[in-house]
């Protein structure tokens, strides 16, 4: 069911499920990209997007282990053009932790679309999910504050330039977020917070977030 939510300069945005119809209006949104979006969704550059990631960003969204939302937003009065994405994407071998990213078109960053669509696509992340498990790009601030808001949260400098997360969904009063510069270096220990982020074909799951559907 479509929802409706605002931004926080209040303009309105109304939340619906991504259909497998968008795929071809996927492939042309990604050209509206920038190469630094690209590069902090795959955590390395691509410049189109394959058959195999269309497969995954497309078809192999099922609303049960794996739901994507886009939201929409009302640029001109009664005009919504879709502006963001958001996915949560469960583990085979791991049925309580999922995968989770979101994409916002570049010229709508700052705006508050990301903190606006997050909370739904929790809400209705697949049942019995109560983790987080993923991966953000170490100068990716905006996206480390916005898992820290979803509830206590652990880091780990595995690899130059992304940080493990783990992020807790079970807790009811949610943590303030800290800077990462203030985060005590014991818990930056370099190990991987859990070896189903070292599982072989993983690429393809980092890519869910990589497509902005713009879906004019």
């Not at 009811?172 to 917070?193: F, T, Y």
């Amino acid at each position: 069911m479509p929802e409706q939510v605002k931004l926080r300069d209040g303009t309105d945005t109304w939340v619906l499920a991504l259909e497998p119809s968008d795929r071809e209006r996927l492939v042309a949104g990604f050209e509206e990209l920038s190469d630094e979006s690209r590069r902090q969704r795959f955590l390395a550059p691509v410049s189109r997007l394959s058959e195999a990631m269309l497969d995954h960003l497309i078809d192999d969204v099922d609303g049960v282990d794996h739901v994507a939302l886009v939201l929409f937003a009302e640029g001109p009065p009664h005009v919504y053009d879709p502006v963001a994405i958001a996915r949560i994407v469960r583990y085979p071998d791991l049925p309580d932790a999922a995968d989770l990213a979101v994409t916002v078109k570049d010229d709508w960053h700052g705006r508050g679309v990301a903190s606006a669509l997050l909370p739904v696509v929790i809400r209705r992340r697949p049942e019995g999910v109560t983790r987080i498990l993923t991966e953000v790009a170490s100068d990716n601030p905006a996206s480390l504050a916005m898992l820290r808001r979803l509830g206590p949260t652990k880091i780990s400098n595995t690899t130059p330039g992304v940080w493990d997360i783990e992020v807790d969904l079970t807790a009811h009063d949610l943590p303030q977020p800290i800077p990462l510069a203030v985060v005590p270096p014991e818990e930056l220990d370099g190990k991987r917070l859990h070896p189903v982020l070292d599982a072989p074909g993983r690429h393809a799951l980092r890519t869910r977030d990589l497509i902005c559907p713009w879906l004019n």
